[in-house]
Nanobody, 119 residues
Framework: QVQLVESGGGLVQPGGSLRLSCVASGVEVRTGAMNWYRQAPGKEREWVAQIIGLGDGFKRYLDSVKGRFTISRDNAKNMVYLQMNSLKPEDTADYYC???????????WGQGTQVTVSS
């Protein structure tokens, strides 16, 4: 059984930082594409960041978070992180961890963690 469990969300002031964590069980984070998505109230879910591949992995980001967010992976702990700096009110959303592997179209989601950026 595959489980992805996010943590680290909360309330932060504009300009602040948070680090989201995602621990995986039933899959190895190094074997697929690990993604962070977010869904703001009343909006569709949008992709935020991805890490894929061996070693440190190849990383890519939504344009609006480039230079502010950093995705990383700890293969030994089977965890993925999203370091979010210089947070803006428009970053307010539920953030979801996602594992995807094209073999068998394996696609798994966590339950999400809420991030609120407000003064």
């Amino acid at each position: 059984q595959v489980q992805l469990v996010e943590s680290g969300g909360g309330l932060v002031q504009p300009g602040g930082s948070l680090r989201l964590s995602c621990v995986a069980s039933g899959v190895e984070v190094r074997t697929g594409a690990m993604n962070w998505y977010r869904q703001a109230p009343g909006k569709e879910r949008e992709w935020v960041a991805q890490i894929i591949g061996l070693g440190d992995g190849f990383k890519r980001y939504l344009d609006s978070v480039k230079g502010r967010f950093t995705i990383s992976r700890d293969n030994a702990k089977n965890m993925v992180y999203l370091q979010m700096n210089s947070l803006k009110p428009e970053d307010t959303a539920d953030y979801y961890c996602n594992y995807y592997h094209n073999v068998g179209s394996r696609n798994y989601w966590g339950q999400g963690t809420q991030v609120t950026v407000s003064s």
